[in-house]
T-cell receptor
Framework: ETGVTQTPRHLVMGMTNKKSLKCEQH?????MYWYKQSAKKPLELMFV???????ENNSVPSRFSPECPNSSHLFLHLHTLQPEDSALYLC????????????????FGPGTRLLVL | GNSVTQMEGPVTLSEEAFLTINCTYT??????LFWYVQYPGEGLQLLLK?????DKGSNKGFEATYRKETTSFHLEKGSVQVSDSAVYFC????????????FGSGTRLLVRP
């Protein structure tokens, strides 16, 4: 148990569906991240939030829409996805981005395994 | 640019064997280096890290030394256990954006009894 939870753990959706992934951290952190883990590819950073503000969008298609209502919660809203979007979506958190201390640890949730049909 | 290269898996070992998983990196200056582990059905967990050259990170019998001259951060363990079966990821965070993690593609380790 790392203090980062994600729901649902598994999700199957059609290309016309709208769904949301939820992440919650209980670590008192201020920075939160979305990653995509596809088979045989390195983890890809998608979005970064610091103190509820988006600080990075790594050229992610607009069919992925993040939301961070507070420092403890992060959502990823999905709509009109493609089969190639099927992957494990991981949420992570860290203390914050402002210090810039080297070697800051990120804490990951267990992920949501998404299948787009 | 920044990148991490890991040896491809899977790596299959017998229990109590010696483990080495190679990792090399490309980065400007002195990035921080990490090993994360992902057990089946779980997210990534930090295994160990090193933030400057010649530092050695260690945890749970695993070790890795930050080698600036060879731009490497190889993971080693003297005697693996079945419970070490997992996917291991090498990663770096750049000096100028220390919150970013750039991962290698992962190496699957399977330890047989």
């Amino acid at each position: 148990e790392t203090g980062v939870t994600q729901t649902p753990r598994h999700l199957v959706m059609g290309m016309t569906n709208k769904k949301s992934l939820k992440c919650e951290q209980h670590l008192g952190h201020n920075a939160m991240y979305w990653y995509k883990q596809s088979a045989k590819k390195p983890l890809e950073l998608m979005f970064v939030y610091n103190f509820k503000e988006q600080t990075e969008n790594n050229s992610v298609p607009s069919r992925f829409s993040p939301e961070c209502p507070n420092s403890s919660h992060l959502f990823l809203h999905l709509h009109t996805l493609q089969p190639e979007d099927s992957a494990l979506y991981l949420c992570a958190s860290s203390q914050d981005l402002s210090g810039g201390a080297p070697g800051e640890t990120q804490y990951f949730g267990p992920g949501t395994r998404l299948l787009v049909l | 640019g920044n990148s991490v290269t890991q040896m491809e898996g899977p790596v299959t070992l017998s229990e109590e064997a010696f483990l080495t998983i190679n990792c090399t990196y490309t980065a400007t200056g002195y990035p921080s280096l990490f090993w994360y582990v992902q057990y089946p059905g779980e997210g990534l967990q930090l295994l160990l890290k090193a933030t400057k050259a010649d530092d050695k990170g260690s945890n749970k019998g695993f070790e890795a030394t930050y080698r600036k001259e060879t731009t490497s951060f190889h993971l080693e363990k003297g005697s693996v256990q079945v419970s070490d079966s997992a996917v291991y990821f090498c990663a770096l965070s750049p000096m100028d954006s220390s919150y970013k993690l750039i991962f290698g593609s992962g190496t699957r380790l399977l330890v047989r009894p």
